[in-house]
C-alpha cells in the first residue's frame, strides 16, 4: 500500500528556513528598514539552529542587500536606499536563456506604466530637468559625427530618470534593471529613434497620456526594427 504520508520533497535546509522567517517578518512588516535583528545567539535559540546557521542566511541576505552586518554594531534590516539591496528573482533572468521578445514586452509594458506616472506625479520643476536631459540627448545625435556611445549614455540617463520620477520605488528598481539588460543594444543613431523619443518627450511634457502610451509602441517598434537589423549583420559577418 502506497505510504501518502511519505515526504517526496526535501525538507527545506535549516539556513532556508532562517531566511524564510526573516522574509515572512519582514512581509508582515514587523521587521522594518533600520531595526535591529538579534544577536546570532538569541535568534539561533529563537529558531532552534545553530549559530553556524544564523550566520550563514544572514550572510545570504547580506549579499542580496537585504540586511547589512555592521562589525562591532550588529546587523539591521537594509534601508530603501541601499543600492546593494537586490531582488534574486530579477537575478534569475540574469542567468536564464533571454528571449527577447518576451524581454521586450516586459520593456514594453513596464515603460507604458512609468510614462503614466509620470505624467501623474511628476513636478513641473522635475519635467523641466528631464527636458534638458532630453535636450542633451537630441545635441548629441544631431552633430555629424555622433558618438553611439555617448548617446548611448545620455539616452540610457533619460530612462533612469524617467524611472525616477516616477516615484514608485519598486517600479524604478524592476524598470532600470530591465532597461540595464538592454543597454548592449541600444543605438540611438538607427533611423527613427530620435524622432520617437522627441514624439514621447513632448507627450510626458504636455502630460498627454494617450500619445505617450503611442510613442512607447512605436519606440518599442523601432527597437525590434533595429536589433533584427543587427542580428542579421552578425550572421551575415559569420
Known sequence: ???IFKIRESRPSAVELVIEKIKELLIEQKLAPGDMIPNETSLAESLGVGRGTVREA????SAYGVVEIKQGY???VSSASNK???DPHLFQILVQDRDYHSLTQVRQ???EGVVKLVIESASDEELKKLDRAMKAFQAEIAKPNASRSR?????LAYHRLLGRLCHNSIVQNIYDFV????????NPIHDGVGDVHHDLHQAIMSRDVERAVAAVDEHTNIWISGYRASQKRQQAAK
Open 74 to 76: 550588529g546587523t539591521c
Open 109 to 111: 509594458l513596464l515603460e
Open 84 to 86: 546593494r539591496l537586490f
Open 58 to 61: 544572514l550572510k545570504i541576505l
Open 1 to 3: 500500500m502506497e505510504d
Open 151 to 155: 548617446a548611448g549614455e545620455l539616452d
Open 179 to 186: 532597461i540595464e539588460l538592454f543597454t548592449k543594444t541600444i
